[in-house]
Each structure stands twice: as C-alpha cells, then as structure tokens.
C-alpha cells in the first residue's frame, strides 16, 4: 500500500473488554513498530517485530497487551480486559530494514482508544 | 537509553525562521539524530535525520555540534501549517526501545 493503514480509527470499550487493533504496514517493510501515545505525551514504545518474529516487547504495560505479526506484514495488538488506563492512540510504525533502528520510520494514523 | 531535552512550546511568526534546540548528552557514538512533526489526529512524520555537522533537504536544516550532545532543528519562513509538536529522537546503534520520542516541542506559529 501507499502507507501504513491502521484500523479502526477510533474504538470505544467499556472496560473489562478485549479489544484488537489491525496494523497494515508499507508492503515489503521488515520492521514493525507499536507505540502507545497518551494524551499530550510523546509516543511511548511497546513491542518490535522483524518479519513475524517478536524481537522486543519490553515496553509492553502489562500481560494484558499482546501483538502478533504471524505472517511478517499484518500486525495485531490485543488488549485484553481492557482498563480505563488503556485509553490512548495507539500507533503502528513500518520501516524497511531489520536491525537499522537509524532508519526513517513510517507511521499511521493512529487508532484512538476509549476506555469508559 | 539517549535521554533528549527539547523546549515545551515555542511560538512563532509566519515567514521567521525558527529554531528548535534538543538536548542529548549521553549520545552513543553510533547513535544518529532524527526530527519527527507531528500534527494533531496523525502520527509522526519524518523530518531530517543527521550525524554530524549540517545537512539540508527541501524542508529544513540541522545542525550538529561537533561534541554532539545537542542538535538543532532550523524550519526557514514558517507558515500557519507549520504548527505542529516537534521531536528530536536519538538512537539507531542499539535497540528498538531506545527510539524514544519524549514530550516534544510544541510550535505554534501566529499570523
């Protein structure tokens, strides 16, 4: 594709939900990235991919967030029994390389969550 | 982890140039220096990346003292649609995690 698509662009839980948000990254990136962006902050890391392979999930908050890129290009990021600590955008990220963490980083937009 | 240091908010006139200072004194000698805009209900968008001393594209410059522990952003003749948050990220000779983007730099630019 033209860029990194993310859906849903908008997400409205009522807490103790489990949620999914869908990453399409640029066709062909290696690296994939998640951030979690609260309001007025900067993007907060949470978990690398290179290809389908999970390199880095140290930001991850807690073990109820969990991401998946079973084939190398879709990426899930799953949260479940969501908390109202949760309500963020969520930003999805593609680069070209693996391992190249100097390289330019291609976002989305962004999924925006509610948590009520 | 690089940690970097930038100015809340900035404000501006249309047509001045602006200047935006990042501060970043534990930076590893790998490490590049990388500016991202992001406007609001978007993501980050890639502005200017460097090493050393001075590189120029078609939107702005930056500029890198030789000790490297700051950088700084410089947008020539700003517009209203150059209001934006500014963020100065170090890092690309570890991991994933160190590309931290801390609070950034608000600009705001006035007619």
């Known amino acids: 594709g033209a860029g990194v698509s993310q859906s849903p662009r908008y997400k409205v839980a009522k807490r103790g939900q489990d949620v999914a948000l869908r990453c399409d990254p640029i066709?062909?990136?290696?690296?994939l990235f998640w951030y979690q962006q609260a309001l007025g902050q900067g993007p907060e890391f949470l978990t690398y991919?290179?290809?389908?392979?999970?390199?880095?999930k140290s930001g991850l908050p807690s073990d109820r967030f969990f991401a998946e890129r079973p084939e190398g290009s879709v990426s899930t990021l799953k949260i479940q029994r969501t908390q109202q600590e949760d309500s963020a955008v969520y930003l999805c990220?593609?680069?070209?390389?693996?391992?190249?963490?100097?390289?330019?980083?291609?976002f989305g937009s962004g999924t925006q969550l509610s948590v009520l | 982890l690089a940690k970097t240091t930038q100015p809340i908010s900035m404000d501006s006139y249309e047509g001045q140039e602006v200047n935006i200072t990042c501060s970043h004194n534990?930076?590893?000698?790998?490490?590049?220096i990388t500016w991202y805009q992001q406007f609001p209900s978007q993501g980050p968008r890639f502005i200017i990346q460097?090493?050393?001393t001075k590189v120029t594209n078609e939107v702005a410059s930056l500029f890198i003292p030789a000790d490297r522990k700051s950088s700084t952003l410089s947008l020539p003749r700003v517009s209203l649609s150059d209001t934006a948050v500014y963020y100065c990220?170090?890092?690309?000779?570890?991991?994933?995690?160190?590309?931290?983007f801390g609070s950034g730099t608000q600009l705001t630019v006035l007619p």
């Open positions: 990220l170090v890092g690309g000779s570890g991991s994933a995690r160190q590309l931290t």
């Open positions: 066709s062909g990136h290696v690296s």
């Open positions: 990220a593609s680069s070209l390389r693996a391992g190249h963490f100097d390289e330019k980083l291609f």
């Open positions: 534990n930076i590893a000698t790998n490490d590049y």
């Open positions: 460097g090493y050393k």
């Open positions: 991919f290179q290809n389908e392979a999970q390199l880095d």
